[in-house]
């Protein structure tokens, strides 16, 4: 079993709409997660963290954390051609090690 | 960037020939890592360093080392490239148990 997975994808949105992205992980003593937003052809870049259960906003991006059922998700809202972009789940357990899912390609048509 | 450099960005060796990548970072960040991305596959994590001279192996470490002389430097080195080793490789730092920041990344390519 994979430590973090994730829907490759793609994923298709019109513009405006909701973009949900799921990640479930499976080490239960993980304490962070991060969202990371990778163009192609760049590095990833940090979009969001959230270390408690619940849910944490960010302009047009909410991330959400169940550690009950190991999961953690990212909504996108107003969905816009410009977040066309693989989306990277990762989770941190305290040994500083980093563990990345394979990533969800969203494609946000006009 | 987060005061990450990494060079050189694209490489072509052949097969057998040893390789090295540098990391550099003006952050002072204690953590830095390296991973490789292929498709199909995200990031995964070679090596990673949590001070200098203190290293640690990732999931995928076999073929390559590792080195961590000053703190702001840190080495990836193929001691034998192999066709396998061709992919996208990132470094990545940090401060604590926390985000992560990436390189802008090296394109290796072993024919």
């Known amino acids: 079993q994979k430590e973090v997975e994730q829907n490759s994808g793609p994923l298709s949105v019109p513009e405006g709409a909701i973009a949900s992205l799921n990640c479930t992980y499976s080490d239960r003593g993980s304490q962070s997660f991060f969202w990371y937003r990778q163009y192609s052809g760049k590095s990833p870049e940090l979009i969001m963290s959230i270390y408690s259960n619940g849910d944490k906003e960010d302009g047009r991006f909410t991330a959400q954390l169940n550690k009950a059922s190991q999961y953690v998700s990212l909504l996108i809202r107003d969905s816009q051609p410009s977040d066309s972009a693989t989306y990277l789940c990762a989770v941190n357990r305290d040994d500083y090690k980093l563990s990345f899912g394979a990533g969800t390609t969203v494609t946000v048509r006009a | 960037d987060a005061g990450i450099t990494q060079s050189p960005r694209h490489k072509v060796t052949e097969t057998g020939t040893p390789v090295t990548l540098r990391c550099h970072q003006t952050e002072n960040h204690r953590y830095m890592y390296w991973y490789r991305q292929d498709p199909g596959h995200g990031l995964r994590l070679i090596h990673y360093?949590?001070?200098?001279?203190?290293?640690d192996k990732g999931e995928v470490s076999d073929g390559y080392s590792v080195s961590r002389s000053k703190t702001e430097d840190f080495l990836l080195t193929l001691e034998s490239a192999t066709s396998s080793q061709t992919s996208v490789y990132f470094c990545a730092i940090s401060e604590s148990v926390s985000e992560a920041f990436f390189g802008q990344g090296t394109r290796l390519t072993v024919v």
């Open positions: 360093s949590y001070g200098v001279k203190d290293t």
